[in-house]
């Protein structure tokens, strides 16, 4: 089985480096990796086999420009015609052998949390109303932060989008493992409707609405399966750095359960380059 990571990072690279070493085996993977622009290239993985950078660009948390990255590395990869594309952040780490995901994959399917709707976490307001990308928005101390946030609160008083350009809305999370049938399938329609993207562009966190909507609105016979990502939202800010705490969890238990049902999670987020403990009891007792 032929697999391509596709990795987001920005940062913690001494982190990234653990992870690529993991998931580099004799099935030979290939990375695609894209490092956002603001951020310094990493220096520590010349001796990565089968990895590739793509173009950068500046991605802000929450707009178009983490998605615009992504569909990036999905066209370079596509190219190759894997089996199967596997998205991750550069803070996710495997807590099971690789043979786990093998076995996964083997099974078929589209490994990507899908749901119909806005939900309570998931809102209309994040498609309804225009939302800039080119600022940090978590940077609330910010003069340029500030001053796009009002300018956004105020838009929505004259500027609603009311005419979707979909038939039904979907929603789920970033990270996903996706067939080449289900990425090219994606790629074409981003290519083919112009209308669609220039709708997503305008939204926020379009990387958890506009590839679900693809799939969910596809007149094709698609088997969803939950994603292979799990992550801790109980703390604040969201999410939790995965402690020891987790790995009991995940000694004693296989399956979780989300928002979009039970799922059996190969990956867990977030590390970073601190994570050298946990890192160390996960390939001792978990892989």
């Not at 998931?23 to 990895?51: G, Q, R, V």
């Not at 105020?154 to 789920?172: A, E, L, Q």
């Not at 074409?188 to 926020?204: G, P």
Request: charged share 25%.
């Amino acid at each position: 089985m032929k697999i391509a990571y596709l990795i987001t990072a920005f940062g913690n690279y001494h982190h990234l480096r653990r992870l690529l070493k993991a998931l580099s085996d004799e099935t030979k993977p290939s990375f695609y990796l894209h490092i956002d622009k603001k951020s310094p290239l990493p220096e520590n993985l010349n001796d990565i086999e089968n990895l590739f950078f793509i173009k950068r660009r500046k991605v802000w948390w929450g707009g178009w420009s983490h998605l615009d990255a992504i569909l990036s590395l999905m066209k370079e990869a596509s190219k190759s015609s894997f089996d199967y594309y596997v998205l991750l952040s550069g803070a996710d780490y495997p807590i099971r052998p690789n043979s786990f995901l093998y076995k996964k994959l083997q099974e078929g399917g589209e490994y990507i949390n899908i749901i119909e709707g806005f939900q309570s976490h998931k809102p209309e307001k994040r498609i309804k109303y225009y939302y800039f990308d080119c600022f940090d928005r978590r940077d609330l101390y910010s003069y340029k932060t500030k001053l796009f946030l009002t300018l956004e609160n105020s838009m929505r008083k004259v500027f609603i989008k009311k005419k979707y350009p979909f038939d039904k809305i979907y929603h789920g999370s970033t990270w996903w493992a996706l067939s080449h049938f289900s990425v090219q399938y994606i790629l074409k329609v981003i290519e083919s409707n112009s209308l669609l993207i220039r709708f997503f562009k305008t939204s926020w966190c379009p990387e958890e609405s506009l590839i679900p909507t693809i799939l969910g609105n596809a007149p094709l016979n698609l088997k969803f399966k939950n994603n292979l990502t799990y992550t801790d939202w109980n703390c604040y800010p969201p999410p939790a750095i995965i402690n020891k705490n987790h790995l009991d969890l995940f000694s004693k238990e296989h399956s979780f359960t989300s928002v979009y049902g039970n799922y059996h999670p190969f990956f867990a987020r977030k590390f970073n380059d601190d994570s050298n403990e946990v890192i160390r009891e996960i390939d001792l007792k978990l892989r």
